[in-house]
């Protein structure tokens, strides 16, 4: 009886007096019913489970993450709209039980035969691939924005210069913390009416001829006379016909959603380039891309491209060029360069988020707190690594590739499944690092291959440096002086 006590009491042993639990004459009873208790819920669980897909759901019940009888049906009721979403893993059959409490035998053939208000997606059929667009695989353009107003004519051109079929593109922005006064939301509903009316070139084109545009596209500033002189021949013929075929193109679906985070650091490029800012500036930036990006992916989506709104110059095909690398890479990213004006130099590499890990990175980050984030490019973490930018060769053959540990933001093109299962812009420190770079370490840890393409080069616009600007104004006293250009 003892033995029978020490069975039932819950653990852990605490050092009590059993003697007055001691059963007394009545044990026997209990004893059975404690034995046969289980037994008999395990009979009608097991009647109910049997039974229950029949008889006991009604279509009243809420079928919120119940399983049917397949593993690989799972209904999804969309909290408070009347949509039921049945999500069928492979290409297995499944019993669907509609909303309305009739009952299918088979699948319907095609998606016109159920009611408007339940979907059927087979996610065996959005995994990115090779041949993506002949596959009619769709994309999900994914664009963060703040405090932007003045690029988004750079944006809608870069993004209507896109080869591959628009009408396979969704695209979502997310706008946050715009500072007063600044219209990029306004702008950006107003741009993306008009692109989807087919009516957004000749919008476009009429405010160029209001702005001179050299140097980053549609801008008047003063740095643009000491932009490099092929740099903005090639920025010209860039915005300029001839146009691809599907330029004014609708896109299949664009989203425009609004939320602040409070990032309250300026978007200036001297204030949010300060070291000591970065790693709260990064975490917040990885909070507003996993925003993002969990309203606006769906079901059909094979792949998602992250794309910044500040890029001048990016080959058409940026796309379908990456998708090559389908077969043996989940996450493609290109070089990021920038043309700085004539007296930095005519180019510099941009993007120094990507990289490849060192050993003294790894040592560095033992140093570390738990909490720190390293951020590339800057003095305070010699991290030796090897980065992207700087392994360009002008003139290298584009389709070579290095593996990648950390990635930049500016273009990150990547399998949807990559997100489905689980990856993230850390927006906490993980492994020492935030946002896209912490993304790179995820999803390598997941198992994910990041593919780099060091010679296939996308231009990231100049924005003048606090110093650049008080450099500008100097050459630009010292010309009036003198009547003629002189930097010593
Ligand atoms: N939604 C949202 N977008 C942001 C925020 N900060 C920047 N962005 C956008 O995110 C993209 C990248 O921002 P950048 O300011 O260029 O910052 P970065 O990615 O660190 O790159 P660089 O500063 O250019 O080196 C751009 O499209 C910005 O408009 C933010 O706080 N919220
Ligand atoms: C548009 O695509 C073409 C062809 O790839 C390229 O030469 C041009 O620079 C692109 N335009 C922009 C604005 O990037
Ligand atoms: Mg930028």
Sequence with gaps: MQHFIWRFRSKPRLPIDYGDLKPKKSNFKQFKWRKIGPILCAIILFVYIILGGKYFSSSEADPAGSKSKTDSVTFRENMGQKSTQVLINNNQNAEVQLKNGNEMSDLPKNEDDLPDSVHIYDLGKSQGKIKAEQNEQRVL???PLRNCENMLPLMFRNMMNMTYDHSLIDVAFLVSDCTKGDRTLEMLYKYSIALQEKELLPMLEEHDNRVTSKGFYGTTD?????????????VKNAFSPPYHEGYTKPFHNIEIYQKDFGQSIGQGFSDRHDVKIQGIRRKLMGRSRNWLLSVALRPYHSWVYWRDVDIELCPGDVLQFMMKFAKNFDIMIPNVWRPPPTF?????PYDLNSWIESDEALKLAKTLDEDDVIVEG?????????HLAYIRDPNGNPNEIVSLDGVGGVSILAKAEVFRRGANFPAFTFLNHAETEAFGKMSKQMGFKIAGLPHYTIWHIYEPSQEDLQKISQMERKKRRFGKYNDN
Excluded: F, V
Aim: glycine fraction near 4%.
């Design 141 to 143: 353009l994914l664009i």
């Design 222 to 234: 003063l740095y643009t006379r000491y932009m490099p002189e092929d740099y903005i021949k090639k």
């Design 344 to 348: 930095l130099g005519n180019e510099q």
């Design 378 to 386: 800057y003095a305070e973490y010699p991290t030796w690594r090897a």
